[in-house]
RNA sequence: GGGGACGUGGCUCAGGGGGAGAGCGCUUGACUCACAUUCAAGAGGUCGGAGGUUCAAAUCCUCUCGUCCCCACCA
């Protein structure tokens, strides 16, 4: 399985697509293979048919891999149920356009041959997603997948329905309903998006019955006065106190309606009366309820204006208001129109302004649903990540209203309610032979189908098999976490935890994970019409799956939005290469020879090598520490943190310092031995950590991760089912790290004080190091390591090297004095200056230390470790101190 | 009218009670035997403003200014 060999540049289109066919093949991917295991599962959040994954599916979907296959890594049986949703009002809408271009109306087509076009739809982007999923590398259990619309989905449809119904949980009536005249369709509550607009109020005279006057009402839609049937003040409204009772002539109509006094008015907007026309305002329409008045339908399905508004009849909603405005003007009616502003309800799916209707539709009780699903967050049984999304979930479930679920559509899935000659109304899971009333056979089934968001919120379950007892269903519900985004969590997150809690009686899952949205570069929401959406595949086919995941994982906090850009990307793909470059440089030095296969095995932190040196523990323990870290954040759903450890911990520590440290023990020369000694140690040590990065890297970049792990010498088969890193306790060293860093500390001292005097890195320079006691020590076990990485030749290790005159000095930690000795180039004056400054700067942190520590009530109050951490900076200061003085005082 | 988020180096953003971080950009130097998609060194911020709590505030609280989002049937 290994190979020697790896390409010079990582090539994710030849290793991805190979990669993911290796996983299927191996169906890793597949649940219930570890009975014996604990669960860890994820339904998907269905993508919707209509079209491609944008990048907010790819955000959500990568996250919902790094928890997966972290997991998976853990031991876990994990199931991810992939599945798609039919989208009802969406898919048909698209499809309806799509057929336009042809020049085909779904009209004319009729139901049976349009829902037979949209399966045909289905099918063609079911294939696209399923393609872009894979090309993420989502590891989901293929051989679950579920679509909304299927046999099983639906019979669970049914089944909620008829159930619901028979507990008088769903009804059906006429009510005031949001109706879209585009769709042709009602509308749920939610479905209706409010902008603002500009718009005007126009104040219109309606003049009393008895001719003594007028009285004013203000509207913004003067077109529906032709639905008049009262007008209303407030009864406290000293104004129109003498009025209330008596009658106005309905302009234009010439119809006698009524003035009643109702609390709803506020008297203080507009003349303080207001017009009231129940069949097409709610607020209208409760007043007319309070008051018996009469009700009349003036705009029709088609927003155009009904029979009853006599001689406006046929005309568009807009175009009977300017109609009407002009009439009313030319009766004098029209007593001024003033510019406004206002909310006004827009179709979520075509932007359509709706209009509210009274309609028969069918509801769904939601006060029963809702209470139980509202305990359970209280109770913990579910939470939110992060925690302030609860408050939107109680905002909207503590204020909740009843489900309009009927929809005049005909893609989705069908009412179960039949309707005889006789008047009977069946409901049932099944259609029924014969009426139960009459015993006609005459049934029609409602036309109608459900709102979209009534199977997705049986999703949890539907997809596990429910209503049947499946073994899945028993082992794998409730599902451990719940990824999506915030903007569906009224649509979406809400309502599945009402339809599991109350037909499972248990919570669909514990945890929601609520993301941000994924905006453009200027922090706007991607969108078709804007046309600023960026496609994740052409992301993918430029620079790899995992770069695109790594991309969008980092550039990620919990709940909160980000914005994709360019840059980041290639910050992306820069780390893909750098985690490609550093395993080959392990995978090259593993080698015998160019062809050989690597044969050494990891160093085995069970039974550590006794001459492990201090950069090997150095990096074994900063291996270990970053193993804890991220899983801790991993454990926390902190994702994006979690990715950037892994980052640094792979660039930072070891790129730039463990790689380096390494190549003195890998190339130097000597007794051979001791060579083959330091070359087999090493290398266990280099593989150990490569291995241990490539699994912590492993969730958030499946591919390169594998590819890589394909070339390193190990007994598990494929990185996607190897176990998670452990940080064991004995790879813990804490005193050796500290020694690196000093080592560390002067390496790079002696780098500033080379580029000080523009000395190019390669040309050798002499180093003096004075340091201290143990340090000394240290340093000079670590010289070769100094010496390599910044040039010092020759390099000084003494507790009491002689001091060179001409020459830059340094002073770090642990009282280490660093010299650069260089008689005849360095401007004493300006080295004398910068060393001026150094201690002004170090005195002035001194300062700062000091009023603390002589602070009593820090002294008292603040902890035991926090003052030692105090003191020890002192201390640090005051020797840099001391020393610096004295280097300046030589200095002159 | 409610609710919430954000305001941190030039840009985009992490972080979050004990002397501030990253990526990109910028300056300087290097084609050093894994990588120029790189390496090394550096400049750059009183963490929006005011007050409070605390031994200690960028971090918690209150107010304020500014940006944005969600919910809501004032015509």
Redesign the pocket.
């Known amino acids: 399985m290994a190979k020697a060999t790896m390409a ?2 990582y090539d994710p289109a030849a290793v991805e697509q190979r990669c993911y066919q290796y996983w299927l093949q191996g169906g890793y991917f597949r649940a219930g293979c570890k009975v014996d295991q604990e669960t860890f599962t994820i339904v998907i959040p269905p993508p919707n048919v209509t079209g491609s994954l944008h990048m907010g599916h790819a955000l959500n979907n990568t996250i919902q891999d790094v928890l997966i296959r972290w997991r998976r890594m853990q031991g876990y049986d994990t199931l991810w149920v992939p599945g798609m949703d039919h989208a009802g009002i969406a898919t048909q809408n698209v499809v309806e356009k799509h057929l336009a271009e042809e020049g085909i109306s779904s009209r004319d087509l009729g139901r049976e041959a349009f829902v037979e076009r949209v399966w045909e739809w289905k099918k063609t982007y079911h294939a696209r997603i399923t393609e872009q999923l894979q090309r993420l590398g989502v590891s989901v259990d293929w051989s679950r997948e579920r679509f909304t619309l299927d046999e099983g989905c639906s019979r669970a449809v049914r089944k909620v329905f008829v159930d619901l119904y028979r507990r008088a949980l769903i009804y059906r009536g006429d009510y005031m309903i949001n109706w879209c005249p585009r769709c042709h369709t009602a509308l749920s ?2 479905e209706v ?2 902008e603002d607009e500009s718009s005007t109020l126009t104040h219109i005279r309606y003049p009393l019955t008895d001719g003594s006057g007028f009285i004013i009402v ?4 003067p077109e529906s006065m032709l639905g008049d049937t009262g007008v209303a003040v407030h009864p406290g409204d000293a104004r129109y106190r003498d009025l209330v009772g008596r009658t106005v002539i309905l302009p234009l109509m010439n119809r006698e309606i009524p003035i009643v006094a109702d609390e ?7 003349s ?1 009366a ?2 009231v026309t129940p069949a097409h ?3 209208d329409l ?1 007043i007319a309820e309070r008051h018996n008045l009469e009700l009349i339908t003036i705009i029709g399905e088609d927003a155009r204006m009904t029979k009853a508004a006599g001689a406006y009849a046929g005309l568009d909603r807009y175009a009977c208001r300017e109609k009407v405005v002009e009439d009313l003007q030319a009766l004098g009616l029209v007593e001024k129109i003033e510019d406004y502003s ?2 006004l309800g827009h179709c979520q799916r075509c932007r359509t302004v709706v209009e509210p209707l009274i309609s028969r539709q069918w509801f769904v009780k939601m006060k029963p649903l809702a209470e139980p699903a509202l305990a359970a967050v209280h109770k913990g049984d579910i939470s939110f990540v992060p925690s ?1 999304f609860t ?2 979930y109680y ?2 479930v503590e ?1 909740i209203r009843d489900w309009c679920i009927s929809r005049q559509l005909w893609w989705g899935h069908r009412i179960p309610a039949w309707y005889c000659s006789c008047g009977e109304v069946i409901v049932d899971y099944a259609e029924p032979a014969a009426c139960p009333g009459c015993g006609g056979t005459a049934l029609e089934q409602d036309p109608d189908v459900l709102d979209t968001w009534f199977s997705s919120a049986l999703w949890p379950f539907s997809t596990l098999g429910w209503p049947e007892e499946t073994p899945d269903l028993k082992r794998y519900y409730p599902t451990n976490v719940l990824v999506t985004a915030y ?1 569906i969590i ?1 649509f979406w997150v809400a309502r599945m935890m009402f339809m599991g809690i109350d037909f499972m009686g248990e919570v669909p899952f514990h945890t929601v994970y609520i993301t941000g949205l994924v905006r453009d570069a200027q ?1 706007r929401k991607m969108s078709k019409s804007l046309g600023n959406g960026i496609d994740p595949l052409e992301v993918i086919a430029g620079y790899g799956a995992d770069t695109l995941r790594f991309t969008l994982i980092t ?1 990620q ?1 919990p709940g ?1 939005d ?2 994709f ?1 360019q ?2 990307v ?2 992306g ?2 780390f ?3 985690i490609w ?2 395993s ?2 392990v995978l ?1 030095n593993l080698a015998a020879g160019e062809e050989a296969a690597p044969d050494f095995a990891p160093l085995n932190p069970d039974h550590l090598p006794s001459d492990l040196t201090r950069p090997d523990r150095w990096i074994l323990h900063r291996c270990a520490e970053t193993t804890a870290a991220v899983t801790g954040l991993l454990e926390a759903y ?1 994702l ?2 979690a990715a ?1 450890l892994i980052y640094e911990f792979l ?1 930072s520590d070891f ?2 310092w463990y ?2 440290f390494s ?1 003195y023990y890998l ?1 130097r020369e000597g007794e051979a031995a001791a060579i083959e000694l330091d070359r087999r140690r090493t290398r266990g040590v280099l593989v150990y950590v490569l291995d241990t990065v490539m699994r912590l890297l492993h969730p958030f970049m499946p591919f390169i991760s594998e590819e890589i792990w394909r070339h390193l010498p190990h007994r598990e088969s494929a990185l996607v089912a190897a176990a998670w890193p452990a940080a064991p306790a004995h790879l813990s060293f804490p005193a050796e790290a500290k020694e690196m860093a000093l080592v560390q500390e002067v390496i ?1 001292a002696v ?2 004080l080379r ?1 000080q005097v ?1 000395l ?3 040309k050798a320079a002499p180093v003096i190091l004075r340091a201290p006691g143990q340090a000394s020590a240290w340093l000079a076990q670590e010289r070769h390591q100094i010496a390599k990485l910044c040039f010092a030749e020759p390099l000084t290790v003494e507790r009491a090297a002689t001091k060179p005159q001409q020459a830059l000095t340094a002073i770090v930690s642990e009282g280490v004095e660093v010299y650069l000795p260089l008689a005849g180039v360095i401007d004493l004056e300006a080295e004398t200056a910068r060393l001026q400054k150094e201690l002004a700067q170090l005195e002035k ?1 001194l300062r ?2 000091e ?2 520590l002589n ?1 009593p ?2 002294l008292a ?3 035991a470790a ?1 003052v030692a ?1 105090e003191e020890t900076r002192r201390e640090e200061y005051r020797a840099r101190q001391g020393k610096l003085r004295e280097r300046l005082r030589e200095l002159g």
Request: proline content about 7%; aromatic content about 10%.
């Open positions: 010079p540049a509550d939610i998006e409010h203000a509207t913004t839609r709803y008015v506020d008297p203080a907007f507009g303080g207001v017009k305002d709610p607020n409760a206002h909310a302030r408050r939107v905002n909207w204020n903007d009224y922090g550039g906090a909160n980000q914005r850009r840059e980041n290639e910050a793909r820069n893909s290469n750098k470059n550093a080959r440089f090259m902190e994006g943190e950037r660039w790129c730039d790689v380096e190549k190339y790079r780098r500033n580029s523009q190019p890195p390669g942190e700062q230390t009023v603390k602070s009530g820090f109050k603040a902890p926090v951490k």
